[in-house]
């Protein structure tokens, strides 16, 4: 006979989930799906106790599946489009333009512009970081300017892209864990990544006023990128008609996917009519993503291509998704037990029972995904995990999911890069050369995008309720 969970028996099962990610995936670097598969197991144990069968328990995995499936096909068809406009050439000229207009006086906040430009046409943090961001702290480097300072705004304008890309997972992620829909996710998060990021470029501009014009030059590597970027692609403006498309879908708020899919198969005829590709690489982009060997114009040699160029173009295809897929697959099981079992019920009735004000609500998602990226350093479990956690809440207290995706994004997404033993710490700070907690100070976007999910939670500002049906 099934019985309702205690106290104990709801949150046991999420405190051993977390146990095992800090000790597994934070001290001994194991996967985090075989850990989150262990926690669902562990779920499972309670929920039989309780009286839950297993089909019980497979219907809740389905549902939970079923829920997130569309959001899912979406994030699956942005590696296709990521290796299309690859092929075509979008992102390339995208990435050429931004950097030719760099002026390196003001480097901070060009670095901080840039890398943001950059994150969203390539949906990458690392990728924006690990690039153009190593460009620019070789030009910071010969102008003498503070190292920590531009590596902070490095990270804190590829999170700025990150956090805005359509193309990027963790944008796809939060989503599908609120229960929300792309674009309107990314809409809402401008009420609090907007003034995160003007009160960012006010201070990158002051430390800019020291910098001397005369001595301003861009260092040898960017050069070469430019150089090698010119080799690679013929410019034209009919490659941005991929781009304009997606932007054309948002604003008129046309279904995601036909417009993704759509735009896909328009950059993948620019490749293969306009810069040369093959039918069969540009299908195989879609697949295994964009490579430099599928470059054919005749005097390029692939094997010449330098590593920073090769990194930032190497991108796409479906299979680059399928980290994010397993991932949450894996917590979307441990989610669908546990609310099969009754402990989301009973957690969300404690928290009910402290959250009194929309303010405290948001605090609490805040304070919620801050541990978990400080438990286990993952901006994906970061997003997932407090999503499940909080999305009925929301919903009983009248609130509309995107509030939820969005505080997902500016308390979990980047907050990651500024934890030094997170993967994205580690990589920040390696790319860079500069430690996690010297640029962290400097990553100003990165801690006051939730102090402003905060301060608009208790104001009311920028914080929309569900609307509810009333007959005439």
Known sequence: MKRKPTLLESFLPI?????????????????????????????????????????????????KLDMAMPAILVLISIGILIGTWMTAGTIPMMIYYGLELINPQFIVLIAFIVSAIISIVTGTSWGSAGTVGVALMGIATGLGVSLPAT????????????????????????????????YEHIRHMFYTTFPAAIISMIIYLIVGFNISADDATAPEEMTSMLTTLDDMF???ILLLLPAVMVLYGSIRKKPTLPTIIFSSIVAGAIAIFYQGL?????????????????????????DAVPTQVTELVTQGGMQSMTSVILIAFSAFAFAGIITKSGALDVIMATLLK?????????????????????????????????????????????LHPKNLSRTLEDS??????????????????????????????????????????IILGYTGIGIEKLKTETND
């Open 412 to 453: 979990g997404t980047v907050i990651v890069p500024l934890i030094p033993w997170s993967s994205a710490g580690v990589y920040m700070a390696g790319v860079l050369g500069v430690s996690t907690l010297s640029y962290a100070p400097w990553a100003i976007l990165c801690y006051t995008g939730f102090i402003f999910a």
């Open 278 to 302: 093959s039918f069969s690489d540009v299908f195989a982009s879609t697949v295994t993503g964009f490579d430099v060997s599928m470059i054919t114009k005749e005097g390029f040699n692939p």
């Open 354 to 398: 402290i959250v009194k004000r929309t303010g405290d609500l948001i605090l609490s998602t805040v304070l919620s995904c801050i541990t978990m990226a400080l438990v286990t350093g993952n901006s994906y479990l970061s997003i997932i995990v407090p999503g499940e956690l909080f999305k009925d809440t929301y919903t009983d207290k009248k």
């Open 151 to 182: 590596a902070g705004a490095v990270v804190a304008g590829a999170y700025f892209g990150d956090k805005l890309s359509p193309l990027s997972d963790t944008t796809n992620l939060a989503p599908i864990a609120a229960g929300s829909k792309l």
């Open 234 to 236: 013929k410019w034209n």
């Open 15 to 63: 405190i051993v989930m977390l146990l095992l990610l800090a000790i597994g995936y934070g001290v001994y670097g194991l996967s985090p799906e075989p850990l989150l598969i262990l926690s669902s197991i562990f779920a499972g144990f309670i929920a039989m106790r309780l009286g839950v069968n297993w089909e019980e328990m497979l219907k809740g995995i389905r549902e």
